[in-house]
């Protein structure tokens, strides 16, 4: 890097400023981060360069990246790049202010009826992403004197969002709709609310919706659904109220959406906080997803590409056929997942490790997931890799 120029560099602070209280601060943060390092637990921000065909470079290598959720490879789809181009030109970088204050730009209308299309809903709102749509969406279905019912291994901004609330909250065991039921019948919740994936991003395997929804039906309770990683790749037969999803995966864009009733839509127009009080989203960004969508409905073997990419690397390394593009190979520690990694990274594989928190401590994991830009050779040598030298070590 530069030096910068004599003007730009930081003021030195007066003495008085350097106070104990920032000491104290210095000495915080240090003390959680070193033992967050004794842990293996220490997560690092690594420069990489994306770019087509799924490749990442890093540090002066050329890697094949296996652990992105670009399912699709859309967000380097020239069709998709220039659309996104052409809005800045036609629009501008950024939005300004906030849909409502602003006023809406009109490449929200267009994406929300394709997307509401796209979902058999009546209507459809877009969110700047979906952490932002689950943490706002929630605590409008429910609040105090309410239950909502998750998941064990739903996505963090569902548990933020049920936390965000009020209401009571509950984890069901994962994919357990006995235990669902069980909790839905002895709950005194007075509107009771359910939130699961349908293809868990740790995991790849799905929930059996159908079976959900009826014990949702049965306890007059409502289901919302996140489909971050069903979405564009494994559409499953889903019956839920609300559903949550991202345009930040398959469809290789940002921005998260809630397809519903349009009497839940307009009423998250109204109350949702993560809509109301921040800015809308870049207009290349609502260019690029609209793309990215007619390119999903268009081209359906890219997904059946990607799924096929799963399946071969499964069979590679003995593992059970795949539910979804994402195939997890559990290794326990921390320390095991990122020597795993590092490992995998000296072959050419970027496929990061899945520590705790983000993972139940002792499941710490290599998450692999596949795209419909990955050549099918490149697959079958990162499975030989895997099998020769992650499980074999594991083994031995
Ligand atoms: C990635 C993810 C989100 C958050 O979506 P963003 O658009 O990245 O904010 C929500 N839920 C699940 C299950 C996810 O995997």
């Not at 300004?96 to 979902?119: F, I």
Request: glycine share 8%.
């Amino acid at each position: 890097m530069n030096e910068p120029a004599a003007d730009a560099r930081p003021k030195a602070k007066a003495a008085s400023m350097t106070s104990d209280a920032e000491a104290s601060l210095a000495r915080f943060a240090a003390q959680k981060l070193e033992a967050l390092g004794a842990d293996k637990l220490l997560r690092q921000l690594r420069p990489t360069q994306r770019g087509g065909d799924a490749s990442a470079a890093r540090d002066g290598a050329a890697l094949i990246s296996f652990c992105d959720n670009d399912y699709l490879g859309l967000s380097q789809h020239p069709d998709v790049k220039s659309a996104a181009a052409r809005a800045a030109l036609e629009y501008g970088a950024g939005a300004g202010a906030s849909r409502l204050v602003t006023g809406d730009c009109p490449l929200y209308a267009r994406l929300e009826r394709d997307l509401a299309q796209m979902k058999g809903c009546e209507a459809a709102l877009v969110f700047g992403s979906g952490y932002l749509a689950n943490i706002s969406t929630v605590p409008v279905l429910a609040g105090r004197g309410d239950a909502v019912f998750l998941d064990e291994r739903a996505h963090a901004c569902m548990f933020a969002g049920a936390q965000l609330s009020g209401a009571a909250v509950e984890t069901f065991a994962h994919n357990d709709v006995d235990d669902l039921r069980r909790r839905l019948a002895s709950s005194n919740g007075a509107r009771k609310l359910v939130l699961t994936e349908t293809v868990f991003s740790m995991d790849g395997d799905c929930a059996p919706l159908g079976d959900i929804a009826a014990a949702c039906a049965q306890a007059n309770a409502w289901l919302m659904t996140d489909d971050a990683h069903g979405f564009g790749v494994v559409e499953l037969d889903n019956q839920a109220h609300v559903q949550m999803g991202t345009l930040s995966k398959a469809a290789g864009a940002y921005g998260g959406y809630v397809c519903g009733p349009r009497a839940l839509i307009e009423l998250l127009v109204n109350r949702a906080r993560g809509l109301i009080y921040t800015t809308g989203l870049p207009p290349p960004v609502l260019a690029a997803a609209i793309e990215a969508l007619r390119i999903m409905r268009t081209q359906p073997e890219l997904a059946a590409r990607a799924m096929s990419n799963a399946r071969l690397f499964s069979a590679r390394i003995g593992a059970s056929a795949p539910e979804s593009a994402i195939v997890p190979l559990i290794v326990g520690s921390a320390e095991a997942a990122l020597a795993a990694s590092q490992t995998l990274e000296a072959e050419g594989f970027l496929v990061t490790a899945i520590r705790p928190p983000t993972v139940a401590s002792g499941t710490a994991r290599l998450r692999f997931s596949f795209s419909a830009a990955h050549m099918p050779d490149d697959v079958a040598r990162l499975g030989d890799a895997v099998a020769r030298r992650v499980q074999a070590e594991a083994s031995s």
